[in-house]
């Protein structure tokens, strides 16, 4: 990646866009993403003194995948790059919950193209679906801090009026209007496309102010989503962690909490499950994506654990009573303990979390014409096996088989996609069900269509 040229001593960082990488050039606009959340020009160089940031606000609100500062190259240093929740009325970040992403730079010409940049991979996901438990402020920024060393960075002091002034702060953190009435510093913020700009926040609870602690090896939360959604990643509010040599990184799993009010010991096969590397600060911070991405119902309870490898970790939020309906209908009991082989034990908090993926709520609805899913089970009675056949299901398609006294014995997702498809009943492990009446329950995205089958031996 080259360092390009904008004016004498200066340059233009490098914009990463979700799996690509190319050149971000604020002066001329050309910016190789199709939805730019924000951007500003070049007019002037203006210095950042030691000791001291800048925090430029998001006027637009949106899902983002990369950001960057213009910079002057080849200084001595480094510093830390955030992105913020953010309250424009107090002129400050959120205080109830540590920042979004973080990312550490060096400036010096030792550094590779000494550029300041930060890829958000995966994408931060600010929208949120309606009624999630305590969804994030709606307001993002994005800030640069160096505690030790002068920074030289690209300003445009004739910028939009659309685009919030940057603020200018000291290690007291009282912002100030940076570089008179209307100085923005310059900066691209990309949005992606319209696949990033449809995932959404499907369950969160955003306040982050007690830890676990030391001692706990897990972490599981009940929850409910809002609205039928697929899960394809979580994250978590950190703490500073101090992992140990030869740590592994953290499990993350989603479970079936239908009927359960406490988690089951040992745990049974997970829905899907990912792994949570460690992090060095106070962020959110992202899991690896799910194995196998799951589709959640609403009114339906889960769970969804974290294993803890770490002296400090995740972060929780106290209950104080004043919580909103959409939290205390969603949000169940957590529970902690400090070995896989013990009971786990309540506590009075709830897990801070965020889980990221699609929904149909945020589509558009289907057409008065759509015709209702056509859903065939054969043969029926079955003494060997049954075929599961099903047309104009709208997106991903659950089947989840009971057996005769309401008892989930089979729940899958043989297609993630397609309006039509084919599914052996008694399993693609060829388990054969016990003789009896079952239920065959087929979801998709605008509805349900339920089956009875009985198997005789």
């Known amino acids: 990646m080259r360092l390009v040229r904008i004016a004498p001593a200066l340059g233009a960082l490098a914009l990463l866009v979700w799996s690509a990488i190319a050149s971000l050039t604020p002066a001329t606009g050309a910016v190789p993403c199709s939805l730019i959340v924000q951007q500003s020009g070049v007019s002037e160089t203006t210095l950042v003194y030691n000791g ?33 929740a953010w309250d424009p009325v107090a002129g400050a970040p959120d205080p109830t919950t540590v920042a979004l992403r973080t990312a550490g730079f060096g400036t010096s010409c030792s550094e590779y193209n000494s550029m300041v940049k930060m890829t958000l991979d995966p994408p931060l996901v600010a929208l949120s679906l309606d009624h999630v438990a305590e969804p994030m402020r709606r307001s993002l920024a994005l800030d640069f801090w160096d505690p030790f060393y002068t920074q030289a960075f690209a300003a445009d002091a004739n910028a939009s009026p659309d685009i919030p002034p940057t603020l200018g702060y ?58 039928m959604a697929k899960v394809q990643w979580a994250e978590f509010a950190m703490g500073s962690l101090y992992s140990s040599p030869g740590d592994t990184p953290d499990r993350v799993a989603i479970y079936d909490a239908d009927g359960q009010s406490t988690p ?19 962020v959110w911070f992202a899991a690896l994506p799910l194995d196998n991405p799951v589709t959640l119902e609403p009114d339906h309870d889960y769970w969804l654990y974290a294993g803890v490898n770490h002296t400090d970790g995740l972060l929780t939020r106290n209950w104080t009573g004043g919580e909103s309906a959409d939290f205390q209908s969603a949000i169940g009991p957590t529970f902690t303990r400090t070995d896989s082989l013990l009971p786990w034990t309540n506590i009075v908090a709830a897990l801070c979390f965020r889980l ?66 084919t599914w052996r009943v008694q399993g693609a492990d060829a388990t054969p069900l016990p003789a009896g009446v079952y239920f065959v329950r087929v979801r998709d995205g605008a509805g349900q269509a339920t089956r009875r089958l009985v198997v005789v031996r």
Do not use: K
């Open 52 to 84: 001291r940031g800048i925090t430029q606000p998001i006027a637009s609100f949106a899902n983002v995948v990369a950001c960057s500062l213009t910079s002057l190259p080849c200084q001595d240093g480094g510093g830390t790059l955030r992105v913020l």
């Open 170 to 227: 000291t290690s007291n953190g009282v912002r100030t209007l940076f570089g008179g009435a209307h100085t923005v510093i310059s900066h691209a913020i990309c949005g992606g496309d319209g696949s990033v700009q449809d995932l959404r926040v499907l369950q969160s609870v955003m306040t982050t102010n007690l830890s676990l602690g030391v001692g706990v090896q897990g972490v599981i939360q009940r929850f409910r989503v809002p609205s």
């Open 264 to 282: 089951p010991t040992p745990l049974p096969a997970p829905l899907g499950q990912g792994l949570l590397p460690t992090s060095g600060a106070p």
């Open 356 to 421: 990221i993926g699609t929904s149909p709520a945020t589509t558009a609805a289907p057409s008065a014409a759509y015709a209702p899913l056509a859903v065939r089970l054969a043969p029926n009675p079955t003494h060997d096996f049954a075929w599961l056949t099903w047309r104009g299901a709208r997106g991903a398609v659950r089947v989840t088989v009971f057996d005769a006294r309401g008892r989930r014995v089979r729940d899958v997702m043989p297609d993630d996609g397609g309006e039509g498809g």
